[in-house]
């Protein structure tokens, strides 16, 4: 990958990553970034993922596939009562 790519920003100043830096980077839709301009220069560093959110991701992903269980169907099967 060539050292400098040209982007443009469009009128809603939005920059569209071109697919290799992405690739590159591993930038997937829906990361964050932090933006810090240091002496006219913009630099993106990926914000810091909240492990809970990671979790909550893969159980949804893992219980979509039937590879887990509902935890109010779990509770039912075992006898076990949950608040609310």
Request: hydrophobic share 35%; proline share 4%; no cysteine.
């Amino acid at each position: 990958m060539p050292n400098k790519i040209t982007v443009k920003v469009d009128s809603k100043g939005r920059i569209t990553l071109p697919k290799e830096i992405r690739e590159s980077a591993k930038v997937e839709e829906g990361d964050v970034f932090f933006v810090d301009i240091d002496h006219g220069q913009i630099k993106l560093t990926e914000a810091v993922k909240d492990p809970i959110v990671m979790l909550r991701e893969y159980a949804r992903e893992e219980y979509k596939k039937g590879r887990t269980k509902n935890l109010r169907d779990y509770a039912a099967e075992k006898g076990i009562k949950l608040n609310g």
